[in-house]
């Protein structure tokens, strides 16, 4: 079972390309802090990232690190509030406290950088 978020309007309607938002799974929280989680957004070698909602029902990016990446949030957490808000999402909060450490930020729709690179094509020039 399988559900879309809603186009961005920050992409040409070329690039729109819905994100699959899957269900949890067993094992997955269904909350963490603050926030409801309620789908998966992605998963990979540092761990998951989860569609999550605030309080006041604001829509949120949950990034749990796998346990054995916990030491690197901070550093994670530090060097994404040093870049420029307009390249990257803003960090709402981090938690290395306890046993799913996580970082909470906003959410930004639209395609995922693959989908964009499958549809595009890459920019710039290649490296060899």
Known sequence: MRRTTQPSQNFPDDLCIPSP?????????????GYWLAGRLGAGGQGVVY???AGDDTRVAVKVLH?????????????????????????IEACSEGPRP?????????????????????SGPRRR
């Open 21 to 33: 938002v899957e269900i949890l799974v067993a094992g997955d929280p269904q909350r963490l802090g």
């Open 51 to 53: 569609e999550g909602y």
């Open 67 to 91: 346990r054995d990446r916990a030491a690197q949030l901070a550093k994670e957490a530090a060097a994404a509030q040093r870049v420029a808000s307009f390249c990257t999402a803003r960090v």
């Open 102 to 122: 996580y970082l909470v930020s906003e959410y930004v729709p639209g395609p995922t950088l693959r989908e964009a690179v499958a549809r595009a094509g890459r």
